[in-house]
Every structure is written in structure tokens, then in C-alpha cells.
């Protein structure tokens, strides 16, 4: 008998595995993979109403500061600035600063010089999200039912500062980690439960976010088919560019209406005829409240 070498001793080996196994691999390997379960996975909620008709998208440059400006700097921004709407953190428990001057009549100074408004609700974050600025956080077990809590302050907010319905509230989600899948569904059901409560009082949702967090994470959920999605996205995403063409997760068919607003650059001092502010800047192809 022919002794063979180490080299068709392996040769021969192989075609003894292939003949045992008949897929070139063992066993182990040739079973099923593990089903890989999406991040996030579709939830409807009743929306018996639906979002109010559109009154008021606008296009132009805007701009939030932490607190509401004085009347003075409204009045020299409106004449001197490019800016034609404001941000507005009309209630939550975590916003940023007081708002000593944000009242009714505030509105309707502001609203009497042209101004434009984005209002904004700033309330339970993330579970996952950092909580040393922002400690207060989702529950994921009851997030629905707190995203229509938190709703229900954004409108009672609204309704005393005279913003009518039809308007939108703009839902601030911080950015937070995505390692967690169960965070980001807690976000989306948040969402959806903000966004129902909105629906049945008659006012519009939105929703804020970093492009890389929360947006993706609800752009995740329009693809799966949860619904009531907000009826805008306001995505941060500072790379300068005064524009709401989206990138990454948010693709052209989501949100396409006249339907995002889009913070391009942050943490910026500006000043017109003497008043000077520290603000966000961002471009608006959506719905504002005026």
C-alpha cells in the first residue's frame, strides 16, 4: 500500500468530512443561526382622531436660546437678525433654565413684532441617558402612559400661554447611548403615548433629537409600522449646514412634508443691534405655532 504524504493525507481528510457532513462544515456550524431580533419593534396605539389639519408650516431660519429673550432683544433680532421663528421651552421638569418671562403676554409681544414659534417640552430622558444633568427618566414599563402624561403638562402649558390648537410641541430627548435596545423602545413608546395625548387634545407632535439617538430609533419604529408617529422631526445634527435634507437613519421618505426642522449648529453668541444671545441655530421646513 502507498504511504501518502501530510499534505494529500489532509487532502483526503477533507473529502472524508465533506462525504460525513455533506455541507464542508461540522455539525455546530451548520446549524441555524439565532433569529436576530429587531431593536425596535412595531406598536400601534388608537388614534382616533389623528393630528389636527395644518395651519402653519413655515420655512426659514430659527433660533432657541435656554431662556425666552427679553422684548428689547426680540425687537432687535426682528429687524436685524435672519431669523424668523424662536424656540420656546414652554414646560417639563428638566428644562434648562427658568422662564421668568415667558407668559401669555410675552406671546403676544413677540407674536405681534412676526415672530414665529417652536415650542418645546423638556421631561423624563432615556433610561440609558446620562442622569447627572437630567436625573428624571422613563420607566420602560409605563413609558406610553408617561409619554401621555407629559402631553397632557405640554397642553395645559400651551393653552396658558394662548398657542393655539393645531400647534406643536416639540418632545426634547436628549441623545443617549444605543447599546441598550430596550432604551430605545422606551423612547418610541414615550413617543407614541406623547404623540396620541397631542392627537386627542388637537395639537400637533413633535418630537427632538440627535440624528444618531433618538431619531434613529424612531426612524427604526416608522419602518417597522408603530404608530402615532409625531407629526415632525427636529434632528440635531451640527455640521453647519442651514438645511432639512436629513442623512444616516433619516432617509428622504421619512418625514417628507414639510415635516423636519433641523438644529445644524450649537452653543453659538450672536448680536444684532447690541443684544446679544447665546443660541442653537436651526433651519425650520415645518409646522411652527403663531
Not at 214 to 230: H, I, M, Q, Y
Request: a negative charge; proline letters at 9%; hydrophobic letters at 40%.
Amino acid at each position: 500500500m502507498r504511504h501518502l504524504r501530510p499534505a494529500a493525507l489532509l487532502a483526503a481528510s477533507l473529502v472524508l468530512l465533506l462525504a460525513i457532513d455533506g455541507t464542508g462544515g461540522n455539525a455546530e456550524a451548520s446549524a441555524p443561526a439565532a433569529a436576530v431580533l429587531p431593536r425596535i419593534r412595531a406598536v400601534t396605539l388608537p388614534d382616533r382622531i389623528g393630528p389636527p389639519l395644518i395651519r402653519d408650516n413655515w420655512s426659514g431660519p430659527a433660533f432657541d436660546a435656554c431662556a425666552a429673550p427679553g422684548p428689547e432683544t426680540l425687537r432687535a433680532w426682528r429687524a436685524a437678525s435672519p431669523y424668523g421663528a424662536v424656540g420656546i421651552y414652554v414646560s417639563g421638569s428638566q428644562r434648562g433654565c427658568p422662564q421668568p418671562r415667558l407668559t401669555a403676554d410675552w406671546v403676544r409681544q413677540a407674536r405681534a413684532m412676526g415672530w414665529r414659534f417652536l415650542p418645546v417640552h423638556v421631561g423624563l430622558q432615556a433610561p440609558c441617558a446620562d442622569p447627572s444633568r437630567k436625573p428624571e427618566r422613563i420607566d420602560p414599563a409605563k413609558a406610553a402612559q408617561q409619554g401621555w402624561d407629559e402631553a397632557d403638562e405640554a397642553v395645559h402649558a400651551m393653552r396658558s400661554l394662548g398657542l393655539d390648537k393645531g400647534s406643536p410641541v416639540y418632545l426634547d430627548i436628549e441623545a443617549y447611548p444605543m447599546h441598550d435596545a430596550a432604551c430605545g423602545q422606551a423612547v418610541v413608546d414615550f413617543t407614541l403615548g406623547w404623540t396620541q395625548a397631542l392627537h386627542a387634545a388637537g395639537y400637533r407632535s413633535g418630537f427632538y433629537s440627535s440624528l444618531d439617538s433618538g431619531v434613529a430609533d424612531l426612524s427604526a419604529a416608522a419602518r417597522a409600522g408603530s404608530s402615532p408617529l409625531p407629526d415632525a422631526l427636529w434632528y440635531a445634527r451640527w455640521d453647519d449646514h442651514a438645511d432639512t435634507n436629513g442623512s444616516g437613519p433619516l432617509a428622504p421618505d421619512l418625514w417628507p412634508s414639510h415635516q423636519r426642522v433641523h438644529q445644524y449648529r450649537g452653543n453659538v453668541q450672536e448680536t444684532y443691534v447690541g443684544e446679544t444671545l447665546a443660541i442653537d441655530r436651526n433651519h425650520v421646513d415645518g409646522p411652527t405655532a403663531g
